[in-house]
């Protein structure tokens, strides 16, 4: 049988002949492939988890881990509907919502499991990130662990806030795959899915240090192994602005979008990404941007709650203001106004742009937060932001005329840009753009600092199409048999995010598509199975990952 190149950018035709079976394979293990293995064992299925990174977790185990929970079905259907502008089908929205109305039990149900395990209070996190009906349904739920349970030992290469609750999630979900006997594999990458000549997919090829394996999935295959974040030449094709850094992962380069076109899917929401602006690191092969400190949300219908100070603000590479530093959801949609394309010079006025703070902010809290799971690389920002002005990722000047020489402006643009700002702040009243009075704050006191900052993904929303089910569909809309997705892969999510809406989609898509799977009848041909191959196996242990 002739066999296509070893790249998830192409499938294989079966030849019969495969060197170990399971039911269901899961391609990814973040929240949402955990979610939707434990799923598909609870309800019969013998599971396996493909992970092709040395560590578990992806990018789930970078966020906050708390579960966008909702009162109401309908309240957060509107809100789904308003936010997504026309670019998701209602059936799939009603799905997510009905979800998000289930999703706290659920998470109480994998907590029931651990002993030690509880759910953390969330009484201040109410309501959507924006007043479109059914704002007010929205809250969170998340998972604290005891302090028993040394997750930084257990999960020493990620890096994230010691409020985050995202490694006790992992934790708690890792147990319970644990209890119900899924095979996990970590550094195992899926390369390509096998299909039948009636493009029923039939299992996937993965690659090991003794060569590519054949490995049936009787049942189906889930692909939960992320977006394009670290694929360069993905986000030079679908977005705009140029460059976009990446702020949390390597392991997500598009591969589950290349598997899916390659057996014919339909695509999403390419455009799309969850974002902000970041600096960059001085060692040109540190792989990730360190993004800028992550301030709270704010509800343009409570505006006054936005009460944080925001010691910078941003300026292009003229020296002016062009956007509302902190929007709503700084996190999400602050890049966005970074992608300018000057027509005439068919370049990016605005990236890199300039963060731009003075003594006092330098002293007010780190600037940065950096989130990353990676078994090589990590930055800690430090407290008064002095190891990063040693860097140079912050650079000092004693006067505004001297900070305008050094990034490039003519010194009167650049004192107008500031003097107009502390005007706004001592009338309370960004009149330009609108800022929160309580995050505006005078630049006033040298020495004055600056930093590029560049537009920057923390996860993708597009990917390919998928129904209620979460059966991943070709260009007809026709279900691709066999084929699921679940997590960030091809989100729902198209116009505008949702915080903690990403994780929550991880729990109810996982559960959808591993219950969905495990549904099916195993496809009727014999498998053959290679099995003097299977003892090349070597299961790693949950301690070694």
């Not at 966008?68 to 957060?76: E, H, Q, Y």
């Not at 709270?296 to 509302?324: C, F, L, Q």
């Not at 006092?360 to 078994?375: A, F, L, V």
Request: hydrophobic share 35%; with cysteine; net charge negative.
């Amino acid at each position: 049988m002739k066999r296509e190149a070893s790249h998830p950018g192409h499938a294989e035709l079966d030849n019969g002949v495969f060197d170990e079976s399971y039911d269901v394979i899961v391609v990814g293990y973040g929240f949402g492939g955990g979610i939707a293995a434990i799923e598909a064992a609870r309800n019969g299925a013998r599971v396996l988890i493909c992970e092709k990174m040395p560590q578990p977790g992806g990018i789930s185990i970078c966020s906050g881990g708390a579960v966008r929970c909702a009162g109401n079905a309908d309240d957060a259907f509107s809100y789904l509907k308003a936010t997504n502008a026309g670019t998701t089908p209602d059936d799939v929205l009603r799905v997510l919502a009905e979800g998000m109305v289930s999703a706290e039990s659920y998470v109480k149900w994998l907590v029931s499991s651990v002993p030690g395990a509880t759910l953390k209070p969330m009484a201040d996190k109410k309501g959507g990130n924006y007043p479109f009906p059914g704002w007010q349904t929205f809250y969170s739920a998340q998972v604290q662990a005891p302090s028993a349970i040394d997750l930084d030992a257990m999960f020493p290469n990620v890096r994230t806030k010691p409020s985050s609750g995202a490694p006790a999630m992992f934790w708690v979900i890792d147990s319970n795959l644990r209890r119900l006997g899924v095979d996990v594999r970590v550094h195992t990458p899926v390369k390509r899915l096998i299909r039948s000549a009636a493009n029923e997919i039939l299992g996937i090829v993965t690659g090991t240090t003794r060569g590519d394996r054949r490995i049936a999935a009787r049942q189906a295959v889930v692909l939960a192994c992320g977006g394009f974040e670290a694929n360069e030449e993905m986000k030079r094709r679908y977005w705009e602005g140029k460059p976009v850094l990446t702020a949390s992962t390597r392991g997500n380069t598009g591969d589950g979008v290349h598997m899916a076109q390659a057996v014919g899917a339909d695509l999403w929401h390419m455009w799309h990404f969850h974002g902000c602006y970041a600096f960059k690191h001085p060692d040109p092969n540190f792989p990730f941007a360190l993004r800028v400190k992550r301030l709270p949300d704010w509800n343009p219908a409570k505006k006054g709650e936005a009460d944080v100070k925001m010691v910078w603000i941003i300026v292009d590479r003229n020296g002016r203001r062009y956007m509302n530093e902190s929007p709503p959801y700084c996190q999400d949609t602050a890049h966005r106004q970074m992608h300018l394309v000057d027509t005439e010079t068919m370049s990016y006025p605005r990236n890199p742009s300039y963060l731009i703070t003075d003594e006092r902010g330098r002293t007010t809290y780190p600037i940065g937060d950096i989130r990353t799971n990676d078994h090589e690389h990590s930055y800690q920002w430090s407290d008064d932001n002095r190891k990063e002005i040693e860097l140079g990722i912050l650079k000092q000047a004693a006067t505004l005329e001297q900070l305008a020489e050094m990034i490039g402006v003519h010194a009167s643009a650049l004192s107008a840009t500031i003097d107009r700002w502390n005007a706004h702040c001592d009338q309370a009243c960004d009149v330009d753009f609108g800022r929160p009075i309580g995050t505006m704050m005078r630049i006033d006191t040298p020495p004055y600092y600056y930093g590029e900052v560049y537009p920057t993904v923390s996860n993708t929303q597009g990917g390919p199409v998928h129904n209620p089910k979460q059966q991943i569909v070709d260009t007809t809309n026709a279900p691709i048999a066999r084929l699921y997705a679940a997590g960030e892969l091809g989100s729902s999510f198209g116009h505008l995010y949702l915080s903690g809406g990403n994780i929550a989609e991880c729990f109810v898509t996982g559960w959808i598509a591993g219950r969905e799977a495990a549904a099916l009848e195993p496809w009727s041909a014999e498998v053959q199975e290679l099995q003097s191959a299977r003892s090349e196996i070597r299961m790693e242990p949950i301690e070694s990952r």
